[in-house]
């Protein structure tokens, strides 16, 4: 069936450093992938997203990477801030346009 | 420009009782949807609402009724609640029905039932 996972469920890095949240989905039909970022006590905030007809896309300090011969998503955040403490969480289309199927989360630690 | 927005924030339930969760958007979205949120788990779609009018069933329906009241508000019912259904629950909206046109959530109902 279908299923989005994470690697790691918390990821602690320094303060300035990048970060590499990883992901990965058992569904190799999937042309459609999004990265969230949940703050304490908010919904879930749209970051960036990326089709499966690329491999890589950049945003503000942030750069998605879709491996789909391993079937992998990745989320670089470059020069971590304070601000990026959240659980972050990938999501993938599923067999419907409705459907988004999410991933359980990790959690982002910044140490001052 | 508030978005979406949710009430109540909090809600403690005993088993067996009802209540309705609301929603209201702001932005002129076509869609909508009702989540749970469990500990440790991602987001599981309850129902949705693709068009004003229109509301389907998503992954985990069961126990839950909805009615998208006009095109701003999408309110979530618990009939008999069980203590299964305690969770964070979020409603979201989105321009249209296709996911790749980005939703917006709102900041959640944490729903306790003892």
């Given amino acids: 069936g279908e299923s989005v996972g994470l690697h790691l469920p918390t990821l602690s890095v320094q303060e300035g450093d990048n970060s590499i949240i990883n992901c990965a989905y058992s569904n190799s039909a999937s042309d459609y992938f999004i990265w969230y970022k949940q703050e304490s006590g908010k919904g879930p905030q749209f970051i960036i997203d990326i089709r499966s007809n690329m491999d890589k896309r950049q945003g503000q300090r942030v750069t998605v990477l879709l491996n789909k011969t391993v079937k992998h998503l990745s989320l670089q955040i470059a020069a971590t801030q304070p601000g990026d403490s959240a659980v972050y969480f990938c999501a993938e289309k599923g067999n419907s346009n409705y459907q988004l199927i999410w991933g359980a989360g990790t959690k982002l630690i910044i140490k001052p | 420009n508030a978005g979406v927005t949710q009430t109540p924030k909090f ?3 005993k088993t067996g009782q009802s209540m309705t969760l609301q929603c209201a958007q702001d932005m002129n979205h076509n869609s909508m949807y009702w ?6 788990m991602g987001l599981r779609l309850i129902y ?3 068009s004003e009018g229109t509301t389907d069933k998503g992954e985990v ?5 909805v009615s998208r009241l006009n095109k701003r508000e999408f309110s979530l019912r618990l009939e008999s609640a069980a203590p ?3 969770s964070v629950y979020f409603c979201a909206s989105s321009e249209h029905w296709d996911i790749a046109s980005g939703y917006t959530f709102g900041s959640g109902t944490r729903l306790t039932v003892v």
């Fill in chain 2, 61 to 65: 329906p069961n126990g839950y009724n």
């Fill in chain 2, 35 to 40: 989540y749970r949120q469990d500990p440790g």
């Fill in chain 2, 84 to 86: 299964s259904q305690t």
């Fill in chain 2, 48 to 50: 949705y609402s693709a």
């Fill in chain 2, 11 to 13: 809600q403690v339930l």
